[in-house]
């Protein structure tokens, strides 16, 4: 089995899983269905591709959570105006976000060959993936690389990618969310409505997936104090 991580970081994230009208929320971690949704992009799948993208649901999934982000509103407000031209309302819209946080995703298959071919596309993407928004780009770092093992085997060897002040001032003990399995007897399993049915605009359909919560240690990174701006170039 091959397990493909990936880290998803920046200024700010978006993951809503209800999201209505006016009022777009996030949930504080990745949803397995907007990752289906980055990897599909990525392979070049539209959205009414439903046959493809149910392919893609069938790959294990976890996330961890390597730094909590703080929960951010932005608030606006939208004038709104008849086809006349005619000003007929403002109203006013919330957007929830994610700010400064850090997650590493694991995504695995028992077909080696379909994990390899879901890294290569993922970092030459045919449509621009992002992180829930179209105004949020995954980070350049974001393919953390094939791993020969389970998912969760894959996080807990994967070092800590939080940044270093925030290494210093928590432990290392991370939360993992991943798909309640055979393997997860014994821990608490909840509902969770990103369980992708069809991406499709006239009729998208989400259904219920069950996740376990589970706790690992994972190695610190170590972070060099030297910046060598040069290194990148090689030679």
């Not at 982000?69 to 005619?86: E, F, M, N, V």
């Not at 791993?147 to 060897?157: F, P, V």
């Amino acid at each position: 089995m091959k397990t493909i991580l990936l880290k998803f970081a920046g200024p700010l994230q978006s993951w809503g899983t209800r999201s209505h009208f006016e009022t777009r929320h996030t949930d504080l971690y990745p949803s397995k269905s907007a990752v289906i949704g980055v990897v599909a992009a990525s392979m070049g799948y539209c959205r009414d591709d439903d046959a493809q993208i149910q392919s893609l649901v069938q790959l294990d999934f976890a996330v961890r959570i390597d730094q909590k982000g703080q929960l951010l509103r932005d608030y606006h407000t939208a004038a709104k105006y008849k086809l006349s031209g005619i000003f007929e309302r403002t109203y006013v819209t919330n957007r929830y976000y994610i700010e400064d946080a850090v997650f590493v995703v694991a995504l695995g298959h028992e077909n080696d060959e379909f994990v390899e071919e879901i890294a290569v596309e993922l970092q030459n993407p045919y449509f621009q993936p992002f992180m829930g928004r179209r105004s949020l780009p995954l980070p350049a770092t974001f393919f953390l690389g094939i791993h020969d093992t389970d998912i969760l085997t894959a996080l807990r060897n994967c070092p800590w990618q939080a940044r270093k002040a925030y290494q210093e001032s928590h432990p290392n003990c991370l939360t993992v969310y991943s798909d309640a399995n055979d393997n997860c007897e014994g821990y608490q399993s909840r509902m969770r409505k990103d369980h992708v049915f069809s991406f499709s605009q006239k009729n998208r359909r989400f259904g219920f997936r069950s996740e376990v919560k589970t706790e690992i240690t994972v190695p610190r990174l170590q972070n060099s104090t030297e910046h060598d701006a040069f290194s990148v170039l090689g030679g």
